[in-house]
Antibody, heavy 122, light 106 residues
Framework: QVQLMQSGAEVKKPGASVTLSCEAS????????IHWVRQAPGQGLEWMGW????????RYSQNFQGRVAITRDTSASTAYMEVSGLHSEDTAVYYC???????????????WGQGTLVTVSS | SYELTQPPSVSVSPGQTASITCSGD??????TFWYQQRPGQSPVLVIY???KRPSGIPERFSGSNSGNTATLTISGTQPMDEADYYC?????????FGGGTKLTVL
């Protein structure tokens, strides 16, 4: 079945960077996009950006432009997201999700990874 | 910037119908998607393209979208449906979520 397996929890100091991974299985990796969504403790979902797993094109939320970079390794069926300049407000669970979309660039997310908790604390 | 507004909470008795709304300017002109998130779990897609159900999602889940409001309807609500529900849409190339609605089944 289609699965997304994410890397383990991270603890970082303010100002540091973190790179999260998301390994896909059960489908052709390059046939879909991968999106990243985060959820701060007790809060809602926030879309961060996506990567076209085929050509590597990316799109980011304006809220994270310049601080987030999404890449992929097609040979490993894995997407990565680096978040730099971390501060305490970045403490959250970060999810990756497969994007299923239309030619118009409208995607829905199915399935989701299990999430990675990133804690930013001095 | 475009915003999606959901009620923070909705309560329903078991076996009754629950309706969760999602409002946005001319939302009916966009596709809306709905996700269920049980405590401590990852979100799960329950409705896509306004009204379509993914395989494995019970028939009691349905959706509609018109004007400025999209609605997720759960008919014959069961205790297992107690969860947070999020609507999602696209504003040009930016993905966005509603603030989420906590559905309580009591």
């Amino acid at each position: 079945q289609v699965q997304l397996m994410q890397s383990g929890a991270e603890v970082k100091k303010p100002g540091a960077s973190v790179t999260l991974s998301c390994e896909a299985s059960g489908y052709t990796f390059t046939s879909h996009t991968i999106h990243w969504v985060r959820q701060a403790p007790g809060q809602g979902l926030e879309w961060m950006g996506w990567i076209n797993a085929d050509n590597g094109n990316t799109r980011y939320s304006q809220n994270f432009q310049g601080r987030v970079a999404i890449t992929r390794d097609t040979s490993a069926s894995t997407a990565y997201m680096e978040v730099s300049g971390l501060h305490s407000e970045d403490t959250a669970v970060y999810y990756c999700a497969r994007g299923i979309g239309t030619a118009a660039g409208v995607f829905w997310f199915d399935p989701w990874g299990q999430g990675t908790l990133v804690t930013v604390s001095s | 910037s475009y915003e999606l507004t959901q009620p923070p909470s909705v309560s329903v008795s078991p076996g009754q119908t629950a309706s969760i709304t999602c409002s946005g300017d001319k939302l009916g002109d966009k596709y809306t998607f709905w996700y269920q998130q049980r405590p401590g779990q990852s979100p799960v897609l329950v409705i896509y393209q306004d009204a379509k159900r993914p395989s494995g999602i019970p028939e009691r889940f349905s959706g509609s979208n018109s004007g400025n409001t999209a609605t997720l309807t759960i008919s014959g609500t069961q205790p297992m449906d107690e969860a947070d529900y999020y609507c999602q849409a696209w504003d040009s190339t930016a993905g966005m979520f509603g603030g989420g609605t906590k559905l309580t089944v009591l």
